[in-house]
């Protein structure tokens, strides 16, 4: 049982490149999320999705996409990388937790996105 | 939209002691919930406990216990005991029922000094 695994750990881009960053779970959750993380700012909501085949947005959506196309993955596309985008990038998942309500959200590694 | 408030960037805990960690937030929901998370750096995400809104029970895990007080809007994490291994930024963050959206606070980064 691997929990939530990102790949790839480390990337360095130019401006303009695009990239893919995966996230996959092995426990069935229904739910997965996408944030960053900046110094001083927390981790903010990029985007998340509540089922396979559902996306949503949050936070800070602009200059990102995603995909859930099969429930145990999310992807996190960058069309056209800025310097604004480095950051540490987080995925989560969870189950759908009785009566609604979460269940904890357990988090990948990281991926450390350098853009020059 | 929730906002979450640490308003303390840096605190530091002599080892044995006892430290309390504070956060404020802003809702106007009534079915949401509370965590405090741990990052180590290591940069892992570490569940350290959750409190349910509508519980008036203060969560405990261990060494760690929360003071909710729902009508001032505070959850503040009580680290008793205090280890070298707590040395980490913490975060407190909300869930909302409504959109399933978890809001973090900036973070606080806590030393313990030996």
């Known amino acids: ?25 092995d426990m069935n959750h229904e739910y997965m999320y996408w944030y960053r993380q900046d110094p001083g700012m927390g981790l903010r909501l990029i985007h998340y999705s509540v089922g396979e085949g559902t996306t949503a947005k949050g936070e800070v959506p602009d200059g990102y996409n995603v995909s859930r196309l099969k429930k145990q993955n999310f992807l996190l596309g ?16 969870s189950y759908r937790g009785l009566a609604g309500g979460p269940d904890t959200q357990y988090f990948g590694p990281g991926t450390r996105l350098t853009v020059l | 939209a929730q906002t979450v408030t640490q308003s303390q960037p840096e605190m530091s805990v002599q080892e044995a002691e006892t430290v309390t960690l504070s956060c404020t937030y802003d809702t106007s929901e009534s079915d949401y919930y509370l965590f405090w998370y741990k990052q180590p750096p290591s940069r892992q995400m570490i569940l350290v406990i959750r409190q349910e809104a509508y519980k008036q029970q203060n969560a405990t895990e261990n060494r760690f216990s929360v003071n909710f007080q729902k009508a001032a809007k505070s959850f503040s994490l009580k680290i008793s005991d205090s280890q070298l291994g707590d040395a980490a930024m913490y975060f407190c963050a909300y869930y909302s029922g409504a959109n399933s959206k978890l809001t973090f606070g900036k973070g606080i980064t806590l030393s313990v000094r030996p």
Request: proline residues 5%; contains cysteine.
């Open chain 1, 78 to 93: 960058l069309e056209s990388a800025a310097p604004s985008q480095t950051s540490v990038y987080f995925c989560a998942s």
């Open chain 1, 1 to 25: 049982n691997a929990g939530v695994t990102q790949t790839p750990k480390f990337r360095v881009l130019k401006t303009g490149q695009s990239m893919t960053l995966l996230c996959a779970q």
